[in-house]
């Protein structure tokens, strides 16, 4: 397992999730939910600065048959965008149901869907990061793919 702080970020129209993990890559806690505008990507850029970041991972909201949809191009669009500019890799990782799975544990633990919403992108943004660290430690690689900040 590669040590250093990561994030993780759950792109949404209205809304985008960030999570970092600790420096041992162990566990990952929600940092804030940014509102999608055009400062979006500079501040996930920001904190990555600021926490010393090695890599940013990106949920990729595949159908769940596996294929593409709009919400896979608006991401894979986000995360391509913010790797020219994030200067360390960007990865996309398989996010199925992590907003589904982040709704139910707020469920869980009492929390009312009403005005839940940016607790919900945060959770779902703790969610793909924390499944992308147990996945390289159970792989021994990195999960998903490397953004190529000049494919079009």
Known sequence: ?????????????ARVGVARCDRDALLATPIET??????????VRAHADELGAIEIVVGL???????????TTDARIFARDLAVV???PVRL??????TV????ALRESGRR???????????????????????ERAAARPPGTVVDPYES
């Open 61 to 71: 909201p595949l159908s769940l048959s596996g294929s593409d949809t709009a919400s």
């Open 34 to 43: 940014l509102p999608r505008d055009d400062a979006t990507i500079a501040a």
């Open 113 to 135: 869907a009403r005005g839940s919403r940016p607790v919900i992108d945060q959770v779902a943004a703790v969610i793909i990061l924390q499944n992308a660290l147990d996945s």
């Open 93 to 98: 990782v398989d996010e199925r149901l992590s």
């Open 86 to 88: 994030a200067g360390i």
């Open 1 to 13: 397992m590669r040590p250093g702080v990561r994030l993780g970020v759950d792109v949404g129209r």
């Open 101 to 104: 799975t982040a709704q139910r």
